[in-house]
């Protein structure tokens, strides 16, 4: 005799992967098992998250060509916030946040620099956070994506051709630019001609926004400031000295741009790998890390 019961049928559990969940960066369909975005490899958790909260959380990104030091950037600037108790708080939200904050300290506590984001997106670290303000009751939602430099090049020549990083930049309300401030100085004119393409970039996508990208914020910061000369002092100054197309292009393209000086490394060594010069910090000295975002985030509440 069997003891009467119900049991589901396999057709009803199928059911359950029918239901479509939006990819909070592109916004295509997928199933609610999918751990990353089957059309930009996002990782579906930011949507889960987001729908958790009932807040629709900003983006704010940290754009830059190869080896400028974004993941050094993004993940000093948690480390520092995180830890802050007094103005500005930075509180993870989700496991997978934490990683890019952990691979940062943990590389740099072995006197290394970690290594660089790989160019597939579904290696990218992405962080969800709340940022709250001690003065203030209202705290803001924002997702920190770490981008590939070499997949922002490939975007930047080929247009559609990592929709991730079109979708992406498409809804951003803030982006950092870091512009690597040693290879500046060492007379490479990469820097600037990279920064204006990824510019104007920007203000291509207006069309596909109902915020133009003329009315955005922009930080522009120069990394590794600590191994140049009178950057810190005045970085506009700096900006004008070294970088005159530059500074044309952002008072002709933007109402809202700054420049900004920093640096993590107080002093830095080099050493020999498999023929390559890699460079290592002597010792960490973070300065001018929380400057360009706490700007950002001042544009926030003027918006407001």
């Given at each position: 005799?069997i003891d009467?019961?119900?049991?589901e049928?396999?057709?009803?559990k199928l059911?359950?992967f029918?239901e479509?969940v939006?990819c909070?960066?592109?916004?295509?369909?997928?199933?609610s098992?999918s751990?990353?975005?089957?059309?930009?490899?996002a990782?579906?958790a930011?949507?889960?998250?987001?729908?958790?909260?009932?807040?629709?959380?900003q983006?704010?990104?940290?754009l830059?060509?190869?080896?400028?030091?974004?993941?050094v950037?993004?993940?000093m600037?948690?480390d520092?916030?995180?830890r802050?108790?007094?103005?500005?708080q930075?509180l993870?939200?989700g496991?997978?946040?934490?990683s890019?904050?952990q691979?940062?300290m943990?590389?740099?506590?072995?006197?290394e620099?970690p290594?660089k984001t790989p160019g597939e997106p579904?290696r990218?670290?992405?962080?969800?956070?709340?940022?709250?303000r001690a003065a203030?009751r209202?705290?803001?939602?924002?997702i920190?994506?770490?981008?590939?430099?070499?997949?922002l090049?490939e975007?930047l020549?080929h247009?559609?051709?990592?929709p991730?990083?079109r979708s992406?930049?498409t809804?951003?309300?803030r982006?950092?630019?870091?512009i690597?401030?040693?290879?500046?100085e060492?007379g490479?004119?990469d820097?600037e001609?990279?920064?204006?393409k990824?510019?104007?970039y920007?203000t291509e996508?207006?069309a596909?926004?109902?915020v133009s990208?003329q009315?955005?914020p922009?930080a522009?910061v120069?990394?590794?400031a600590?191994?140049?000369e009178?950057?810190f002092?005045?970085?506009l100054?700096y900006a004008?000295r070294?970088l005159?197309?530059?500074?044309?292009?952002c008072?002709e393209r933007?109402?809202?741009?700054r420049f900004f000086?920093?640096?993590?490394a107080?002093?830095?060594?080099?050493?020999r790998?498999?023929?390559?010069?890699?460079?290592?910090?002597l010792?960490?000295?973070?300065?001018?890390?929380?400057?360009?975002?706490l700007?950002?985030?001042?544009?926030?509440q003027e918006?407001?």
């Amino acid at each position: 005799m069997i003891d009467p019961g119900i049991i589901e049928l396999e057709s009803y559990k199928l059911a359950r992967f029918i239901e479509q969940v939006p990819c909070y960066i592109c916004g295509q369909g997928n199933t609610s098992h999918s751990e990353l975005c089957r059309h930009c490899y996002a990782p579906m958790a930011l949507a889960h998250q987001a729908n958790s909260q009932g807040v629709a959380p900003q983006m704010v990104a940290a754009l830059g060509a190869t080896g400028a030091g974004k993941t050094v950037y993004l993940g000093m600037l948690m480390d520092i916030l995180s830890r802050n108790q007094r103005t500005l708080q930075l509180l993870a939200r989700g496991a997978f946040s934490i990683s890019l904050q952990q691979q940062t300290m943990a590389a740099l506590s072995r006197c290394e620099f970690p290594a660089k984001t790989p160019g597939e997106p579904d290696r990218w670290h992405w962080v969800h956070c709340q940022i709250a303000r001690a003065a203030q009751r209202q705290k803001l939602e924002l997702i920190l994506p770490d981008l590939a430099g070499e997949a922002l090049m490939e975007e930047l020549d080929h247009p559609n051709a990592v929709p991730v990083v079109r979708s992406l930049l498409t809804h951003c309300a803030r982006v950092t630019v870091l512009i690597d401030a040693q290879r500046i100085e060492e007379g490479e004119g990469d820097q600037e001609f990279f920064t204006m393409k990824l510019l104007s970039y920007l203000t291509e996508l207006s069309a596909e926004s109902p915020v133009s990208w003329q009315k955005r914020p922009v930080a522009l910061v120069f990394s590794k400031a600590d191994l140049t000369e009178n950057c810190f002092d005045d970085p506009l100054a700096y900006a004008e000295r070294h970088l005159p197309g530059l500074i044309g292009h952002c008072r002709e393209r933007f109402s809202k741009f700054r420049f900004f000086a920093a640096g993590v490394a107080g002093a830095v060594g080099y050493r020999r790998r498999g023929g390559a010069r890699i460079l290592y910090p002597l010792r960490i000295e973070p300065r001018g890390i929380v400057e360009p975002f706490l700007w950002l985030m001042d544009q926030f509440q003027e918006k407001k």
